[in-house]
């Protein structure tokens, strides 16, 4: 489809909808709410002229105030500033829908990277066989993490999935009842949810979206490149589940919640097992196959409600395999292909549904350790070197008892022994990792191999690939080290060998970001994964890198497509693997139709990378120092921004980071550690980049780039870094992912703070960047606006930055009446968390 021919369908499907649509809301009978639509686009026009003009937010609230309405007091004022906000909610919610009602008519099954287009590909230019082949070796694994961005509650997840279904229709009698009900619904927890919570939050979307979609799209590849001699892997696509198990600075995160959470995870597939038999059962009514699956569904039922009865997924396919035997032999066969469907389900989704993973931070598994040694070693712990410790954990015989500790140490103990347990009723597959965050050297991996051993395994009932996260420039450049030292020592290369040699390497592109800014730490990954994939060759390892990744660039996210097609054969490319978090689960997989394609996006990525020549992606020398330079140059950049005084009070008083915490949104804290002091080591990634974007000044996402290319055009080599746009995947993926940050700043929103007395010329530091990184990259593409090739997300942007502006002008109104220290602070503080909502699921991808 052309560009002008997917601009104009756009006008048609969502703008003029949205248009159509959102005029319903004026006339719904919303508790206090009269009146609020048409007030809003006075608030809108003030803001948008008043920014023009350079007026402060406090400035256009106060001139909306005078102008359009009649209130005095400030509670007058605040609660019609409460209600504007549940307005715009609201229409959020209602383009949201709109636009995923209209995604499958604005993204054909013959666009590039869909599995019909790979097909069609691989056939003319030779290359079906050596795509079954790739077929066989390769594999994407989204993990779902718990990470508190999606601010919308159940109830109105479950609206959202009803609004799209209706609006496809185009029934305007159900459309007007869903918004009815939306108007009455709250948006917002009354408690902070339960990290059960979190985890129930999105079991929904494997039950309700991703169940069908992986088996359609399984069914899809099968049918596109099966041979009678050839089958695409059951496991090619899979999903991995955090929420439950992540308890990395989670201090809600238990082993009864981990054991709880499994178990959900069990419940559900079954659940969605027995569904999908009982629509089979209608089909294959024949003698001998009816009574095999009545007992198979029997089975099933009872597994779901009786705690004592249990069936694996090896008896479901047994039963299976009886069934398809007789009905191929005695009944022609018929409705062969929904039985073969099913067996599918059950090779891709096992009894687990998602593969839950442990996480904990290696610094919380020394003190663990220090205190096992403490207590059951004759060392002294004062003395005693990190070698010491290490010979004594993995010669030691001691088995020791959870009951004899307390906390941490007693938790994480209880929670290895539940491994057991729990691959025992969710399959091997239903929990086989443990991730170590913070990872930076050989101790923090075989911390957690002893830990194992200490808990009564012997070495070889450790089922569990035990995965370092390198995530800090420091533990990126050491990592190459610790995995040459690991693969070296032999009690981890025989725990390799029975791992079938495969070892998986976490890079967290997040706190990799914030640590050195966007450009280094893109390419510090880029050349980690180069030397680890050498490493790991060397010693005749598979490895497999599994990217923590956010929603927007400056967490690792934005065309993720792209990115994992400019990687070039320096890289190991057996498996795309990445988290997706809360808001981009909803934004970005959130419908079958949205999922299957964002599925295969990833899949086609990793398989045309290894297929197809393309020779943008393998970098030159020349191109390879280019890049070098450019990062080194914008980290010195970015490290004198982290280190100038204001850096982090400007977070803390001028921004929303400070309310990230008081928010019901997450069950985490904002940041790790338990300290008052807020320091920028212990600031998660979410709050950091996350205010960032609530100021719409997405600083991680460009901060640095334009200098390092200034620093370049001085010296007169523009025309090296534009080649380097035109020869290399890798840069321009980089380039453009920027600009996407780009795109979603909008500076005139805090232009007041030039006047701030203390933070005056820290915000000017920020704006000369913002300025010179968006006139030299349009410069360096020939773009004359930013995101010039991506007409659709530019007018999806633009869109949702016109609902959201008078959210911006409540907020930064707020904040503006916090630091005078004027009004009732209580209540200008709710303000400020609940525009928090609105301007995060509007932005789709900001955290």
Same mark, same amino acid.
């Given at each position: ?8 369908k756009f ?7 949205? $248009?159509?649509? &959102? ?34 937010p ?20 605040t ?23 209209? !995604?499958? $008519? ?18 003319? @230019? ?71 919570d ?16 992986i ?23 899979q ?55 009545? =007992? ?38 018929? !409705?062969?292909?929904?039985? @073969? ?28 350790i220090?205190?096992?040694?403490y ?10 070197s ?24 007693? =938790? ?23 991730i ?10 075989? &911390?957690?191999?002893?830990?194992f ?16 996260? !390198? ?11 610790v ?13 390799l ?99 299957k ?16 020549? &393309?020779?943008?992606?393998?970098l ?31 977070? $803390? ?35 950091f ?24 055009? &001085? ?13 290399? =995947? ?48 349009? @410069?360096?593409?020939? !773009? ?16 949702r ?47």
């Open positions: 489809m052309l560009q002008e021919e997917k601009k104009e006008r048609q499907l969502i703008e003029n909808k949205f $248009q159509i649509y &959102n005029s319903l809301f004026m006339s719904l009978p919303y508790d206090k709410m009269t009146n609020i639509g048409m007030l809003l686009p006075f608030l809108y026009e003030e803001s948008k002229t008043g920014y023009e003009a350079e007026k402060s406090e400035d256009i609230v106060e001139a909306f105030f005078s102008k359009h309405t009649d209130l005095k007091t400030e509670e007058q004022k609660e019609l500033l409460f209600k504007i906000i549940q307005y715009i909610e609201r229409q959020v919610v209602l383009y949201d829908s709109i636009e995923d009602a209209a !995604f499958p $008519q604005l993204h054909g099954d013959s666009e590039a990277g869909t599995v019909l287009q790979l097909h069609e590909r691989a056939m003319q @230019e030779h290359q079906l066989e050596a795509t079954r082949k790739k077929l066989k070796d390769f594999g994407v694994k989204v993990v779902f993490t718990a990470h508190p961005t999606q601010f919308y509650p159940n109830s109105v997840q479950r609206i959202l999935h009803d609004l799209r279904k209706a609006i496809m229709t185009d029934s305007v009698t159900e459309i007007d009842m869903l918004l009815q009900q939306l108007g009455k619904t709250p948006f917002v927890n009354k408690e902070k949810p339960t990290p059960l979190e985890a129930m939050s999105i079991i929904f979307y494997l039950r309700y979206v991703y169940y069908d979609t088996g359609e799209l399984y069914k899809k590849i099968k049918n596109s490149f099966s041979t009678p001699n050839f089958t695409p892997s059951p496991q090619l696509i999903m991995g589940f955090w929420p439950g198990g992540d308890r990395d600075g989670n201090p809600f995160v238990t082993a009864e919640i981990t054991q709880q959470v499994a178990h959900e995870l069990q419940l559900s597939i079954l659940k969605s097992y027995y569904a999908h038999l009982k629509n089979i059962r209608r089909r294959l009514s024949f003698r001998g196959v009816s009574e095999i699956l009545d =007992d198979l569904s029997n089975v099933l039922y009872d597994a779901i409600f009786r705690e004592e009865k249990y069936i694996s997924a090896d008896q479901i396919l047994t039963q299976i395999k009886s069934a398809k035997k007789i009905l191929i032999e005695q009944h022609n066969g018929l !409705f062969k292909n929904l039985l @073969e469907d099913f067996e599918d389900r059950v090779k891709i989704f096992g009894t687990h549904f998602a593969m839950l993973d442990i996480r904990q931070d290696s610094r919380v598994h020394q003190e663990i220090d205190e096992i040694i207590k059951k070693s004759n060392l002294n712990i004062k003395t005693v990190d070698q010491e410790k290490l010979d004594w954990l993995l010669k030691t015989d001691v088995i020791l008892n959870p009951g004899d500790f307390e906390g941490i140490t007693k =938790d994480t103990l209880q929670n290895i022994y539940n491994v057991k347990h729990i691959q025992k009723k969710n399959g091997e597959r239903g929990m086989s990792r443990y170590i965050s913070n990872s930076e050297s050989i101790k923090d991996v075989l &911390n957690v191999f002893a830990l051993k200490l808990c009564g395994y012997a070495e070889n009932e450790i089922n569990m690939d035990i995965v370092p996260l !390198f995530e800090t420039m420091e533990g990126l450049d050491l990592a190459q080290k995995m040459k030292d690991l693969y070296e020592l032999p009690v981890y290369s025989s725990h060998d029975r791992r079938k040699r495969v070892q998986t390497i976490m890079l967290g592109f997040s706190d990799g970001t914030k640590d050195g800014g966007y450009l280094k730490a893109n390419w510090e990954i880029y050349e980690t994964k180069e030397q680890l994939t050498k490493v790991s060759d060397g010693f005749d390892i598979k490895v497999i890198f599994f990217d923590g990744r956010g929603g927007p660039p400056a967490r690792g996210g934005g065309k993720t497509h792209d990115f994992y097609a400019s990687q070039g054969k320096t890289i190991a490319n057996h498996q795309i693997e990445l988290t997706i978090q809360g808001q981009t689960i909803t934004s970005v997989f959130g419908n079958k139709d949205q999922a394609y964002n599925f295969e996006q990833l899949l086609t990525a990793g398989i045309e990378n290894d297929i197809f020549k &393309n020779y943008k992606k393998d030159t020398e020349k191109e390879r120092k280019l890049i070098e330079e450019l990062a080194e140059i914008s980290f010195k950049k970015y490290s004198d921004l982290k280190a100038h005084p204001r850096f982090v009070s400007y977070l $803390q008083e001028m921004s929303t980071l400070e309310f990230y915490g008081q928010t019901n949104i997450g069950s985490r804290p904002t940041k790790r550690g338990a300290g008052k002091e807020l320091r920028f080591e212990d600031l998660r990634a979410i709050p980049v996350g205010s960032w974007s609530q100021l719409k000044q997405n600083v991680p996402g460009f901060f640095g780039f334009g200098f390092a290319l200034q620093e370049l055009k &001085n010296k007169g080599r523009f025309e090296e870094v534009k080649e380097l746009y035109k020869g290399s =995947d890798f840069f321009k993926t980089l380039v453009l992912n920027s600009m996407m940050s780009m795109n979603k700043s909008y500076f005139p929103l805090t232009s007041y703070m030039t006047k701030n007395e203390k933070f005056g010329p820290f915000w000017n530091i920020l704006f000369e960047e913002y300025t010179l990184s968006k006139n030299l990259m349009l @410069e360096l593409t020939g !773009f004359k606006t930013l995101m010039e090739e991506e007409p659709l997300s530019r007018l999806s942007v633009k869109i930055e016109k609902i959201v502006l008078p959210l911006l002008s409540i907020q930064q109104y707020a904040l503006i009446k916090i630091q005078k220290g004027e009004g009732n602070r209580s209540t200008y503080e709710k303000l400020v968390m609940r525009s928090l909502f609105g301007n995060i699921n509007a932005s789709r991808n900001s955290a």
